[in-house]
């Protein structure tokens, strides 16, 4: 990688990070978590982004990511953040600290028993459909019935796994009072969630390089930023 690409990462991850720090201001909230998606980038881009001080990335496809997990330090903290496929959660249980996008019994049943051979418990998250789209993953946000019984799946039976908080991905729209309105149904889950079951769910992961500022609005504590540190891939 050239002198010149390094220094771009490096300007991306200052400038990115100053406006997390200046909006978290503006809005009188707690500065959120920046988490770095490195799907598709090479392990020379990561490492750049480690030198900068990152230490924790997110990727979304499995082969890909063990291959970097493989080649980069021991200290970073991966988080899985991609479609779950049922013969691949071996995978993310062996090589993985953190998966966002639970979303199934099943899943949560079957990662917690390969965590449980892994001697680790794996922090969780449960990926709310707020925008009800049929094409996205997810527990739609109005089965209130079923987003109870993976919680308490995962609670009551899942030992191996800790349940941190809840995730999601926004219908494309450059509104920002249509995202800041999606983001509000997220924590507002949250907040029941955390009254019903008296849970100290602290993560909201939410909030993607289009649409910061109103994540950090309706109080994410994680960013899931890709191109704006990494650049187009």
């Given at each position: 990688m050239s002198q010149e690409k390094r220094s771009q990462i490096a300007q991306n991850l200052l400038s990115i990070h100053q406006e997390i720090k200046s909006l978290s201001r503006q809005y009188e909230v707690s500065e959120p978590v920046l988490l770095?998606?490195?799907?598709?980038?090479?392990?020379?881009?990561?490492l750049d982004?480690?030198?900068?001080?990152?230490?924790?990335f997110a990727e979304s496809y499995f082969q890909e990511a063990v291959e970097k997990i493989k080649a980069?330090?021991?200290?970073?903290?991966?988080?899985?953040?991609?479609?779950?496929?049922s013969n691949k959660l071996k995978v993310i249980a062996e090589h993985f600290d953190w998966i966002h996008t639970l979303a199934s019994r099943s899943h949560a049943k079957k990662l917690n028993r390969y965590c449980q051979q892994c001697e680790k418990v794996m922090n969780v998250c449960i990926q709310i459909n707020v925008d009800q789209e049929p094409q996205k993953s997810?527990?739609?946000?109005?089965?209130?019935?079923?987003?109870?019984?993976?919680?308490?799946?995962?609670?009551?039976n899942c030992p191996s796994l800790q349940l941190k908080g809840l995730m999601c991905i926004l219908a494309h729209t450059d509104n920002?009072?249509?995202?800041?309105?999606?983001f509000l149904q997220l924590r507002t889950l949250q907040d029941e969630l955390k009254a019903r079951y008296g849970l100290s769910l602290d993560t909201l992961s939410m909030g993607m390089s289009a649409d910061i500022s109103a994540a950090i609005a309706a109080g994410s504590?994680?960013?899931?930023?890709?191109?704006?540190v990494f650049g187009a891939r």
């Open positions: 770095p998606v490195s799907k598709k980038q090479s392990v020379t881009k990561i982004a480690y030198k900068c001080g990152e230490r924790q980069l330090p021991e200290d970073i903290i991966w988080h899985y953040i991609g479609h779950i496929q997810g527990i739609d946000i109005i089965q209130s019935e079923e987003i109870n019984v993976m919680v308490n799946e995962i609670i009551d920002y009072d249509k995202q800041l309105a999606s504590t994680i960013l899931r930023v890709g191109q704006a």
